[in-house]
């Protein structure tokens, strides 16, 4: 019996050792969300060019990205351009500025153009929270009625907008007609 009760750690940390190493082959753009076929979360949050002003989930009408940046973050300017290409094109995309600086957001959007049709403030974090967001830039793909329909994480790039988000985004157009 003293002997079965030594190999009880052993069997705990293979198991262990198991299911971490199991995490280390999972793709971060594959992160699973709560929230496909949900609508929106509620919010009401301050516009990043009229902070007096509120937007709420009812100002986000779809099809369309709404797309979570930061001046903060490296990647997210990266696929900055990428964004102003798909805003040129006729994409609709909502910004979520998260866990920023108003005024520095602000003069990213002047200095490196502004794709979104309106940008909100998540200062504190609240909505990206509700949203599960891991950081940024994560994108969600919302249809006519609000409801997150695809979550990707990472920079939108020509291959994701081409193989992934694209054809999602015309069939939401197609959808809506």
């Not at 079965?4 to 198991?15: D, H, N, T, Y």
């Not at 990043?48 to 797309?67: H, R, S, V, W, Y």
């Not at 094109?89 to 979520?96: K, N, R, S």
């Amino acid at each position: 019996m003293k002997r079965l009760i030594l190999l009880v750690p052993l069997a705990l940390f293979l198991g262990m050792a198991a299911f971490l190493y199991k995490g280390l082959f999972l793709d971060p753009q594959e992160l699973p969300s709560a929230l496909i076929d949900k609508p929106l979360p509620s919010f009401s949050l301050p516009d990043l060019e009229a902070p007096q002003a509120l937007i709420t989930q009812a100002d986000f009408k779809g099809p369309a990205l709404i797309n979570v940046w930061a001046t903060w973050c490296p990647t997210c300017k990266a696929e900055h351009q990428m964004l102003n290409s798909l805003a040129k094109a006729g994409v609709t995309i909502y910004g979520i500025n998260y866990k920023d600086d108003a005024e520095a957001a602000r003069q990213w959007l002047k200095d490196y153009l502004d794709p979104y049709q309106r940008t909100l403030i998540d200062a504190q974090g609240s909505l990206g929270l509700d949203l599960g967001v891991y950081g940024a830039p994560e994108t969600f793909l919302i249809d006519a009625q609000g409801i997150i329909r695809h979550k990707y994480v990472g920079a939108i790039d020509e291959r994701v907008w081409r193989q992934e988000l694209a054809p999602r985004y015309q069939a939401l157009l197609e959808e809506k007609q």
